[in-house]
């Protein structure tokens, strides 16, 4: 069973800077995806920014330039670090791993919340 370990929420004004970071139990190498989602209260669950099986990188529009995702393969860890954060970056952040194996199979964390303070 893969197990994502999220850290690093908290509660910022806005302008400051936080950065995530999400521990696989498991080597990051060969799966298919890997990054980090956010859900914030009466909305839907959706992409802040991701790794992609062939290597590119996917930032939702209302991030760029002020997030950036990177990887530790040797610590199996990937991390979010955001920067210029706005009250509308208020949501609980989760991590998400896709699996190559089984096909379709996903992993997610527990969720860190990072709260912005206007």
Known sequence: QVQLVES???????GEALRLSCAASVSIINIRAMGWYRQAPGKQRELVA???G?????????VK???TISGD?????VYL???????EDTAVYYCRLDANWPPGRVYWGQGTPVTVSA
Do not use: C, E, H, P
């Open 50 to 52: 991701t790794f992609t």
């Open 8 to 14: 690093g929420g908290g509660l910022v004004q806005a």
């Open 73 to 77: 393969i040797a610590k199996n860890t």
């Open 81 to 87: 670090q955001m920067n210029n954060l706005k009250a």
């Open 65 to 67: 330039g002020r997030f």
């Open 54 to 62: 062939l290597g590119n990188i996917v930032y939702a529009d209302s």
